[in-house]
């Protein structure tokens, strides 16, 4: 059974880096049938998509987000990783990694969804 | 980015009831939506994909429909353990967005 682990700090301080990693255990993340995504989750609001990695080095990121934010993989440990630059409060949040997977070709490119979560870890900004 | 709203944000029902949570699109996404139910203290975990697939192991009162820009979520029989927030995604159109979620209580 796949399993995600996030780690990190706890506690970034304002304009610092934000560096969390995801180990991943019982799978590669070197294998092409995956996204390996970030989401986060602000306290008392909703699920928020930050962006996703795949092996071949493409990324996507929330526009948001993206002048701040990179991805990355390392096969060798096989994780990968986030870093957001800049931080501020607002970037507080329960920060989860996750594996997308596909669902099957669709009229308009292939279904995705996230059928492995992390367990998340809570980050704060101050 | 495709602006994704559901509605209600939160609901109170009976054990038994049906229930419907309704997700509409800012633009057409034909039927790249998913569904995910979050419970408290709990990892979120998958209901339904796109197109409308029940995942293994989900209770078969889970059903979703629709297409275009306006999606349902459907519990045909509400149960105790089905307290959660429920959020559905479109994987249209990177960003992935989600929507604010709805929360269900019992």
């Known amino acids: 059974q796949v399993q995600l682990q996030e780690s990190g700090p706890g506690l970034v301080k304002p304009s610092q880096t934000l560096s969390l990693t995801c180990t991943v255990s019982?799978?590669?993340?070197?294998?092409?049938?995956?996204?390996w995504s970030w989401i986060r989750q602000p306290a008392g609001k909703g699920l928020e998509w930050i962006g996703h990695?795949?092996?071949?080095?493409?990324?996507s990121y929330d526009p948001s987000l993206q002048s701040r934010l990179s991805m990355s993989l390392d096969t060798s440990k096989n994780e990968f990783s986030l870093r957001l630059n800049s931080v501020t409060a607002a970037d507080t949040a329960i920060y989860y990694c996750?594996?997308?997977?596909?669902?099957?070709?669709?009229?308009?490119?292939?279904?995705?969804?996230?059928?492995?979560w992390g367990r998340g870890i809570s980050v704060t900004v101050s | 980015d495709i602006q994704v709203t559901q509605s209600p944000s939160s609901l109170s029902a009976s054990v038994g009831d049906r229930v419907a949570i309704i997700c509409r699109a800012s633009?057409?996404?034909?039927?790249?939506v998913n569904w995910y139910q979050h419970q408290p203290g709990k990892v979120p975990r998958v209901l339904i994909s796109?197109?409308?697939t029940l995942e293994s192991g989900v209770p078969s009162r889970f059903s979703a429909s629709g297409s275009g820009t306006d999606f349902t979520l459907t519990i045909s029989s509400l149960q105790r353990e089905d307290s959660a927030t429920y959020y559905c995604?479109?994987?249209?159109?990177?960003?992935?967005?989600f929507g604010q979620g709805t929360r269900v209580e019992i």
């Open positions: 796109g197109p409308s």
């Open positions: 019982d799978d590669s993340v070197n294998y092409d049938k995956y996204y």
């Open positions: 990695f795949y092996v071949t080095g493409s990324t």
């Open positions: 996750a594996r997308v997977r596909s669902g099957g070709p669709g009229p308009r490119g292939f279904y995705y969804y996230i059928d492995v």
């Open positions: 995604q479109q994987t249209y159109r990177t960003p992935w967005t």
């Open positions: 633009q057409g996404i034909i039927n790249y």
